[in-house]
Protein backbone atom coordinates (compact mmCIF):
# COMPACT_ATOMS: atom_id res chain seq x y z
CA UNK A 1 0.00 0.00 0.00
CA UNK A 2 1.16 3.23 -1.05
CA UNK A 3 2.42 5.99 1.99
CA UNK A 4 0.30 9.06 1.92
CA UNK A 5 1.49 12.73 2.29
CA UNK A 6 -0.50 16.19 2.97
CA UNK A 7 0.81 19.15 0.92
CA UNK A 8 -0.37 22.43 2.63
CA UNK A 9 0.81 25.92 1.74
CA UNK A 10 -0.90 28.51 -0.84
CA UNK A 11 -0.15 26.78 -3.63
CA UNK A 12 1.05 23.26 -3.81
CA UNK A 13 0.30 21.75 -7.17
CA UNK A 14 3.90 22.06 -8.12
CA UNK A 15 4.91 19.62 -4.83
CA UNK A 16 1.59 17.54 -5.06
CA UNK A 17 2.30 16.32 -8.89
CA UNK A 18 5.89 15.56 -7.62
CA UNK A 19 4.44 13.27 -4.78
CA UNK A 20 2.07 11.57 -7.04
CA UNK A 21 4.47 10.75 -9.52
CA UNK A 22 6.71 9.74 -6.61
CA UNK A 23 4.06 7.26 -5.77
CA UNK A 24 2.28 9.10 -3.46
CA UNK A 25 -1.37 9.21 -2.33
CA UNK A 26 -1.05 13.21 -2.18
CA UNK A 27 -3.71 15.22 -0.02
CA UNK A 28 -3.58 19.38 -0.63
CA UNK A 29 -5.01 22.16 1.21
CA UNK A 30 -4.78 24.93 -1.47
CA UNK A 31 -5.19 28.13 -2.22
CA UNK A 32 -6.11 27.91 -6.06
CA UNK A 33 -7.10 24.34 -6.18
CA UNK A 34 -6.39 24.74 -10.43
CA UNK A 35 -7.79 22.25 -12.67
CA UNK A 36 -4.28 20.52 -12.45
CA UNK A 37 -4.00 19.79 -8.96
CA UNK A 38 -7.15 17.64 -9.14
CA UNK A 39 -5.60 14.58 -10.88
CA UNK A 40 -2.23 14.54 -8.77
CA UNK A 41 -4.49 14.41 -5.41
CA UNK A 42 -6.80 11.95 -3.88
CA UNK A 43 -8.44 14.79 -1.98
CA UNK A 44 -8.10 18.63 -1.86
CA UNK A 45 -9.83 21.64 0.03
CA UNK A 46 -9.58 24.98 -0.74
CA UNK A 47 -8.63 28.38 1.61
CA UNK A 48 -9.30 31.62 1.00
CA UNK A 49 -7.07 33.57 3.80
CA UNK A 50 -3.98 32.62 5.18
CA UNK A 51 -5.74 32.26 8.27
CA UNK A 52 -8.01 29.49 7.33
CA UNK A 53 -5.13 27.26 6.21
CA UNK A 54 -4.47 25.78 8.90
CA UNK A 55 -8.37 24.33 9.58
CA UNK A 56 -8.34 23.35 5.89
CA UNK A 57 -5.12 21.11 6.48
CA UNK A 58 -6.24 20.04 10.43
CA UNK A 59 -9.69 18.80 8.29
CA UNK A 60 -7.55 16.80 6.13
CA UNK A 61 -5.56 15.20 8.83
CA UNK A 62 -8.62 14.37 10.67
CA UNK A 63 -9.98 12.36 7.81
CA UNK A 64 -7.10 10.75 6.11
CA UNK A 65 -4.67 10.72 9.03
CA UNK A 66 -1.72 11.01 5.69
CA UNK A 67 1.37 9.54 7.13
CA UNK A 68 3.80 13.08 6.23
CA UNK A 69 2.83 16.35 5.95
CA UNK A 70 5.09 18.76 3.73
CA UNK A 71 4.46 22.54 3.99
CA UNK A 72 5.20 24.69 1.27
CA UNK A 73 4.60 29.34 1.07
CA UNK A 74 2.84 30.11 3.50
CA UNK A 75 3.05 27.43 6.29
CA UNK A 76 6.29 27.28 6.81
CA UNK A 77 5.56 28.02 10.30
CA UNK A 78 2.70 25.90 11.45
CA UNK A 79 3.36 22.83 13.35
CA UNK A 80 2.42 19.10 11.94
CA UNK A 81 3.29 15.80 13.28
CA UNK A 82 5.20 13.72 11.12
CA UNK A 83 6.44 16.62 9.20
CA UNK A 84 8.79 15.91 6.23
CA UNK A 85 11.15 18.84 6.04
CA UNK A 86 12.25 21.85 7.78
CA UNK A 87 11.15 22.39 11.11
CA UNK A 88 9.21 25.87 12.19
CA UNK A 89 12.15 26.33 14.69
CA UNK A 90 14.31 26.26 11.84
CA UNK A 91 12.28 28.28 9.36
CA UNK A 92 11.46 31.05 11.77
CA UNK A 93 14.42 33.28 10.81
CA UNK A 94 14.33 33.31 6.88
CA UNK A 95 10.74 34.25 7.07
CA UNK A 96 12.16 37.58 8.27
CA UNK A 97 14.78 39.42 5.50
CA UNK A 98 16.79 41.03 8.71
CA UNK A 99 17.56 38.22 10.55
CA UNK A 100 18.67 36.43 7.13
CA UNK A 101 21.10 38.54 6.70
CA UNK A 102 22.05 38.73 9.95
CA UNK A 103 22.88 35.06 9.54
CA UNK A 104 24.83 35.21 6.37
CA UNK A 105 26.86 38.29 7.95
CA UNK A 106 27.74 35.82 10.51
CA UNK A 107 28.97 33.68 8.30
CA UNK A 108 30.87 36.02 6.50
CA UNK A 109 28.62 35.42 3.26
CA UNK A 110 28.97 38.34 0.49
CA UNK A 111 25.23 39.93 0.89
CA UNK A 112 23.98 43.77 0.37
CA UNK A 113 24.46 46.39 3.16
CA UNK A 114 21.78 47.32 5.05
CA UNK A 115 21.26 51.19 4.84
CA UNK A 116 20.07 53.93 6.59
CA UNK A 117 17.16 55.73 5.63
CA UNK A 118 17.95 58.83 3.51
CA UNK A 119 21.06 56.47 1.32
CA UNK A 120 19.83 56.26 -1.99
CA UNK A 121 19.11 54.39 -4.44
CA UNK A 122 18.16 51.46 -1.88
CA UNK A 123 16.55 48.11 -2.41
CA UNK A 124 13.33 48.35 0.04
CA UNK A 125 11.62 44.94 1.15
CA UNK A 126 9.28 43.69 3.94
CA UNK A 127 10.70 41.99 6.94
CA UNK A 128 8.33 39.32 5.96
CA UNK A 129 6.47 37.54 2.54
CA UNK A 130 8.00 36.03 -0.51
CA UNK A 131 8.53 36.03 -3.73
CA UNK A 132 9.49 39.18 -4.03
CA UNK A 133 6.23 40.73 -5.22
CA UNK A 134 6.84 44.16 -2.69
CA UNK A 135 10.09 44.88 -3.38
CA UNK A 136 10.95 48.27 -4.76
CA UNK A 137 13.99 50.11 -5.89
CA UNK A 138 13.50 53.65 -4.28
CA UNK A 139 15.60 56.52 -5.30
CA UNK A 140 14.44 59.29 -2.66
CA UNK A 141 12.24 59.67 0.81
CA UNK A 142 9.07 60.61 -1.33
CA UNK A 143 9.63 57.14 -3.12
CA UNK A 144 10.30 55.08 0.05
CA UNK A 145 7.14 56.69 1.85
CA UNK A 146 4.88 56.16 -1.20
CA UNK A 147 6.05 52.48 -1.57
CA UNK A 148 5.28 52.13 2.69
CA UNK A 149 1.58 53.04 1.71
CA UNK A 150 1.58 50.17 -0.59
CA UNK A 151 2.74 47.72 1.72
CA UNK A 152 0.23 49.36 4.51
CA UNK A 153 2.98 49.63 6.76
CA UNK A 154 4.74 46.46 7.43
CA UNK A 155 8.21 46.23 8.99
CA UNK A 156 10.85 47.02 6.33
CA UNK A 157 14.54 46.88 5.65
CA UNK A 158 16.82 48.68 2.71
CA UNK A 159 19.69 47.16 1.43
CA UNK A 160 21.71 48.04 -1.22
CA UNK A 161 20.94 47.70 -5.13
CA UNK A 162 23.29 45.49 -6.75
CA UNK A 163 22.79 45.04 -10.45
CA UNK A 164 23.04 41.78 -11.69
CA UNK A 165 21.34 38.26 -12.47
CA UNK A 166 18.62 36.58 -9.75
CA UNK A 167 19.57 33.45 -9.07
CA UNK A 168 19.30 30.68 -6.75
CA UNK A 169 20.76 26.91 -5.97
CA UNK A 170 18.56 23.70 -4.81
CA UNK A 171 20.05 22.02 -2.39
CA UNK A 172 19.31 19.35 0.12
CA UNK A 173 20.19 19.00 3.38
CA UNK A 174 20.05 15.90 6.22
CA UNK A 175 18.93 16.13 9.46
CA UNK A 176 22.66 16.44 10.38
CA UNK A 177 23.62 19.37 8.60
CA UNK A 178 25.08 17.77 5.16
CA UNK A 179 24.31 19.49 1.85
CA UNK A 180 24.28 19.20 -1.54
CA UNK A 181 24.15 21.41 -4.43
CA UNK A 182 21.75 20.00 -6.68
CA UNK A 183 21.14 22.35 -9.49
CA UNK A 184 21.93 26.24 -10.14
CA UNK A 185 18.59 28.29 -11.83
CA UNK A 186 18.59 31.82 -13.17
CA UNK A 187 15.24 33.44 -11.83
CA UNK A 188 13.16 35.28 -14.17
CA UNK A 189 11.73 38.69 -12.68
CA UNK A 190 8.27 39.87 -13.54
CA UNK A 191 9.88 43.57 -14.87
CA UNK A 192 7.59 46.58 -16.01
CA UNK A 193 6.13 48.74 -13.12
CA UNK A 194 3.83 46.84 -11.72
CA UNK A 195 5.84 44.74 -9.09
CA UNK A 196 8.87 44.40 -10.85
CA UNK A 197 10.47 41.89 -8.64
CA UNK A 198 8.12 39.57 -8.36
CA UNK A 199 9.43 36.26 -9.14
CA UNK A 200 8.21 34.90 -12.68
CA UNK A 201 9.72 31.69 -13.36
CA UNK A 202 13.28 29.96 -13.77
CA UNK A 203 15.75 28.72 -16.08
CA UNK A 204 17.95 25.46 -14.62
CA UNK A 205 20.66 25.43 -14.92
CA UNK A 206 21.57 29.08 -14.60
CA UNK A 207 23.95 30.19 -17.53
CA UNK A 208 25.91 32.84 -15.86
CA UNK A 209 30.10 32.78 -15.21
CA UNK A 210 29.44 32.99 -11.45
CA UNK A 211 27.14 30.14 -11.03
CA UNK A 212 30.03 27.72 -9.52
CA UNK A 213 30.45 30.35 -6.79
CA UNK A 214 27.25 30.45 -5.85
CA UNK A 215 27.03 26.82 -5.58
CA UNK A 216 30.29 26.87 -3.28
CA UNK A 217 28.27 29.84 -0.96
CA UNK A 218 24.79 27.65 -1.41
CA UNK A 219 26.72 24.49 0.08
CA UNK A 220 28.14 26.68 2.84
CA UNK A 221 25.02 28.17 3.65
CA UNK A 222 22.60 25.41 3.22
CA UNK A 223 24.84 23.46 5.85
CA UNK A 224 24.93 26.13 8.72
CA UNK A 225 21.10 26.55 8.00
CA UNK A 226 19.38 23.84 10.17
CA UNK A 227 16.94 23.39 7.49
CA UNK A 228 16.36 19.93 6.14
CA UNK A 229 15.12 18.72 2.88
CA UNK A 230 15.20 20.74 -0.17
CA UNK A 231 15.62 24.25 0.13
CA UNK A 232 16.30 26.68 -2.28
CA UNK A 233 18.49 30.18 -1.33
CA UNK A 234 18.46 33.16 -3.69
CA UNK A 235 21.60 35.76 -4.90
CA UNK A 236 22.38 38.21 -7.04
CA UNK A 237 25.23 37.25 -9.85
CA UNK A 238 26.90 40.01 -10.23
CA UNK A 239 30.30 39.72 -12.80
CA UNK A 240 33.30 39.10 -9.70
CA UNK A 241 30.52 38.34 -7.08
CA UNK A 242 27.10 36.14 -5.89
CA UNK A 243 25.18 37.94 -3.09
CA UNK A 244 22.83 35.70 -1.24
CA UNK A 245 20.03 37.11 -1.01
CA UNK A 246 17.39 35.02 0.97
CA UNK A 247 16.68 31.26 1.97
CA UNK A 248 13.88 29.49 1.53
CA UNK A 249 13.34 26.49 3.61
CA UNK A 250 10.87 24.63 1.89
CA UNK A 251 9.83 23.36 -1.96
CA UNK A 252 10.61 26.54 -4.32
CA UNK A 253 8.76 27.67 -7.68
CA UNK A 254 12.17 26.14 -9.35
CA UNK A 255 10.77 22.74 -9.11
CA UNK A 256 9.82 22.38 -12.51
CA UNK A 257 12.16 23.20 -14.24
CA UNK A 258 15.06 21.34 -11.90
CA UNK A 259 13.06 18.29 -12.32
CA UNK A 260 13.04 18.80 -16.33
CA UNK A 261 16.58 19.37 -16.24
CA UNK A 262 18.10 16.78 -14.37
CA UNK A 263 15.78 14.00 -14.85
CA UNK A 264 14.84 13.74 -11.54
CA UNK A 265 12.06 13.09 -9.13
CA UNK A 266 12.68 16.11 -6.37
CA UNK A 267 10.21 15.08 -3.97
CA UNK A 268 12.03 11.06 -3.61
CA UNK A 269 15.59 13.70 -2.88
CA UNK A 270 13.56 15.33 -0.43
CA UNK A 271 12.18 12.30 1.10
CA UNK A 272 15.53 10.70 1.41
CA UNK A 273 17.27 13.84 2.68
CA UNK A 274 14.98 13.81 5.50
CA UNK A 275 15.95 10.49 6.24
CA UNK A 276 19.48 11.31 6.19
CA UNK A 277 20.63 9.88 2.56
CA UNK A 278 22.22 12.86 0.26
CA UNK A 279 22.77 10.95 -4.17
CA UNK A 280 25.63 9.20 -4.14
CA UNK A 281 26.41 10.93 -7.47
CA UNK A 282 25.24 14.60 -8.20
CA UNK A 283 23.57 14.26 -11.81
CA UNK A 284 24.74 16.53 -14.36
CA UNK A 285 21.66 18.41 -16.17
CA UNK A 286 20.17 16.51 -19.49
CA UNK A 287 18.95 19.67 -20.81
CA UNK A 288 18.45 23.25 -20.57
CA UNK A 289 14.13 24.20 -18.87
CA UNK A 290 12.74 27.50 -19.05
CA UNK A 291 9.49 28.61 -17.06
CA UNK A 292 7.91 31.73 -17.32
CA UNK A 293 5.19 32.78 -15.23
CA UNK A 294 1.96 34.46 -17.28
CA UNK A 295 -0.28 37.08 -15.82
CA UNK A 296 -3.20 38.82 -17.02
CA UNK A 297 -2.73 41.64 -19.27
CA UNK A 298 -6.00 43.41 -18.21
CA UNK A 299 -8.96 42.55 -16.00
CA UNK A 300 -10.86 39.33 -18.26
CA UNK A 301 -12.95 36.17 -17.40
CA UNK A 302 -10.78 33.29 -18.96
CA UNK A 303 -13.95 31.43 -21.04
CA UNK A 304 -11.03 28.67 -22.85
CA UNK A 305 -10.28 25.67 -21.48
CA UNK A 306 -6.43 25.64 -21.05
CA UNK A 307 -6.80 21.31 -19.73
CA UNK A 308 -5.78 20.43 -23.44
CA UNK A 309 -2.31 22.24 -23.11
CA UNK A 310 -1.40 20.27 -20.24
CA UNK A 311 2.03 18.83 -21.74
CA UNK A 312 3.31 22.66 -21.46
CA UNK A 313 1.33 24.19 -19.25
CA UNK A 314 0.74 23.83 -15.51
CA UNK A 315 -1.43 25.81 -12.67
CA UNK A 316 -4.18 25.86 -14.85
CA UNK A 317 -7.13 27.70 -13.99
CA UNK A 318 -10.75 26.71 -14.44
CA UNK A 319 -12.70 28.42 -17.53
CA UNK A 320 -14.87 31.52 -16.02
CA UNK A 321 -12.26 32.27 -13.48
CA UNK A 322 -11.99 36.38 -13.49
CA UNK A 323 -8.66 37.70 -13.39
CA UNK A 324 -7.70 41.43 -12.27
CA UNK A 325 -4.77 42.90 -14.18
CA UNK A 326 -1.17 41.53 -13.24
CA UNK A 327 -2.98 38.15 -11.27
CA UNK A 328 -1.04 35.28 -12.39
CA UNK A 329 -3.01 33.07 -14.69
CA UNK A 330 -0.73 29.75 -15.64
CA UNK A 331 3.01 28.47 -15.69
CA UNK A 332 4.39 27.54 -19.37
CA UNK A 333 7.40 25.51 -19.91
CA UNK A 334 10.04 25.13 -22.24
CA UNK A 335 13.34 22.55 -22.46
CA UNK A 336 16.14 22.11 -25.38
CA UNK A 337 19.89 21.02 -25.42
CA UNK A 338 20.80 24.86 -24.61
CA UNK A 339 19.21 27.56 -23.45
CA UNK A 340 18.43 28.95 -26.55
CA UNK A 341 16.57 26.30 -27.95
CA UNK A 342 14.73 25.96 -24.46
CA UNK A 343 13.76 29.63 -25.04
CA UNK A 344 12.64 29.30 -28.59
CA UNK A 345 10.12 26.21 -27.42
CA UNK A 346 9.05 28.65 -24.02
CA UNK A 347 8.31 31.09 -26.63
CA UNK A 348 6.41 28.74 -28.97
CA UNK A 349 4.49 27.71 -26.11
CA UNK A 350 3.64 30.56 -24.73
CA UNK A 351 2.40 31.49 -28.60
CA UNK A 352 -0.25 28.37 -28.50
CA UNK A 353 -1.26 29.52 -24.93
CA UNK A 354 -2.08 32.84 -25.61
CA UNK A 355 -4.51 31.66 -28.88
CA UNK A 356 -6.54 29.40 -26.28
CA UNK A 357 -6.63 32.60 -23.53
CA UNK A 358 -8.08 34.89 -26.63
CA UNK A 359 -10.43 32.77 -27.52
Not at 314 to 335: A, H, M, N
Amino acid sequence: MSKSVLVVGYTTRHVAASAAAAGYTVYAADHFCDQDLLPCTADHMAFDELEELPFAADELIQKYHPDYVVTTSGAELLEFKNRLGTSPDAAQKFMNKAATQEFFESLGIPVPKKLEKGVYPAMAKTTGGAGGWRNAVVHSDEELSLWQEFVEGDPYILQEFIEGMPASVCCLVTPSGEACVLTTNQQILRGGDFCPYAFSGSVTPCPHPMAERMKELGKKIAEASGCVGCIGIDFVLTDTEAYAIEVNPRFQGTLETVETALGENLFTLHKNACEGVLPKELKTPEQYAVRKILTAPEDFTLKADLLPLSDFLTDIPFPGTFFEKGEVLCSVIGYGRTVEEASAVLDKNISLAVQYINQ
